[in-house]
């Protein structure tokens, strides 16, 4: 997750290099790698999911964590309002 964030980072240092140039729309690498970044961002937060997860898991199976502990701390109102802006977003980008 913090290597794909650092290589979004490069992605947009690149570019902005690239603009400084003028060669932003020249460049077939820098497209090509700007294409391939596409769904770095989803893919970052999978991977987050994953290691929360992955991390949490373990002390759970081995007792060492109650279940009810395991969770989130979060309400379900929370939880409401996060998926509803994500949902306002992702109207937004159409």
């Known amino acids: 997750m913090v290597g794909i964030g650092f290589a979004m980072l490069g992605i947009g240092a690149w570019s902005v290099w690239a603009r400084y140039r003028r060669r932003l729309y020249d460049s077939i690498w820098l497209q090509r790698a700007a294409i391939g970044m ?6 970052a937060i999978l991977a987050g999911w994953v290691t929360t997860e992955v991390g949490r898991q373990p002390y759970t199976v081995y007792g060492l964590l109650r279940t009810a502990q395991s969770i989130a701390p979060i ?4 939880v409401a309002t996060s998926l509803a802006r994500s949902l306002r977003a992702a109207e937004f980008t159409r």
């Not at 309400?75 to 929370?78: N, Q, R, S, Y």
């Open 38 to 43: 596409g769904p770095a961002g989803f893919v």
């Open 75 to 78: 309400g379900l109102p929370g």
